[in-house]
Every structure is written in C-alpha cells, then in structure tokens.
C-alpha cells in the first residue's frame, strides 16, 4: 500500500546525513515538504538542502491549522500536521511533542525509524541495524532498548 507523506526537518536532515534521502521517494507515493520546514533545512549546506534546492523533493505553502497551533510546537511541526490533517498525509516526525499532538488529534505518524523498517520489510535494505548504526552516528537519537526492540520485530539483532 503506497503512502504519501509530510517530512518534518529531523528525518530529512538524518537520513540526508546518511545519504538515505532516496528511502523517502522509494516508500511514498508523494513527498512534501513544507515551506517552513524547507527553509530550516536550507540553512545547512548537505544532502538534504542540495535535495530541496534542485527540486527532488516538493515543496508546499502551508497555513497552520487552528487546532495545532493550539499545541504550541515549532513552526515546522505545526506545518507538518497541519497539511496531513487538512490532505490525510502521514505525518513523517521524530519530534515527541509533535507526535503527541498527531496522536491526539488522530494524524497518522511515521518516523525515521519507522522509513527504517518499512524499508527493511519491503526490501530496500539487507540489514536495518546497519541503517539504525547510521543514523545514530548522524546524531540521531535512539535509546538501546528501543533499537533492541524494534529489531527483533525485523528479525535481527544489533550484532547482524
């Protein structure tokens, strides 16, 4: 089943680290990212600026939606919920607080290392503990116990 996402900066920026970017468009039928949250990342020169700067990825003017906004999140968090709540996108966040918010509000969410191992079960990668090693070492944060848990739900162990 294809799935049309909203990136938030942190997936972008790690997985733009890590030369990954191309997991986005390989798992999403659509890829947007948010004006607001394209603007944060073009402040840094990598993979990820170079990306929105030559187009690969979709930009998108947003206007936050009341309801967010009432979180009070960052101006790319509330960017990002707003246009999956308004489209029916799911929301790609790391961001705790973000999350929360999509949860209560009923916005499907994914994060880095949900595209981690919806690669891994669709094939695109031979080891999501490589990938998970990776993005840690982008500065990723991933405690041990959530990395040993979601690698036994792939079948794998740290030590692959």
């Known amino acids: 089943m294809s799935e049309r996402w909203v990136v938030d900066a942190s997936p972008l920026i790690v997985l733009g680290t890590i030369g990954r970017l191309d997991l986005l468009t390989a798992l999403a039928e659509d890829v947007i990212v948010p004006e607001i949250v394209a603007q944060e990342v073009l402040r840094v020169e990598d993979e990820a600026s170079r990306a929105l700067a ?11 939606d009341d309801l967010v906004i009432r979180w009070g999140l960052g101006a790319g968090e509330t960017a990002v919920l707003s246009f999956a709540k308004r489209h029916g996108y799911v929301a790609l ?47 990723l944060y991933l405690s041990p116990h959530l990395i040993a848990d979601a690698l036994s739900l792939v079948g794998e162990r740290e030590e692959d």
């Open 54 to 64: 030559q187009g690969s990825l979709r930009t998108e003017s947003v206007d936050p």
């Open 93 to 139: 966040i790391d961001d705790l607080a973000g999350r929360r918010c999509a949860s209560v509000i009923g916005i499907p969410t994914r994060g880095t290392l949900g595209v981690v191992f919806l690669a891994k079960q669709r094939g695109i990668i031979a080891s999501a503990a490589d990938l998970l090693a990776q993005l840690r070492d982008a500065g």
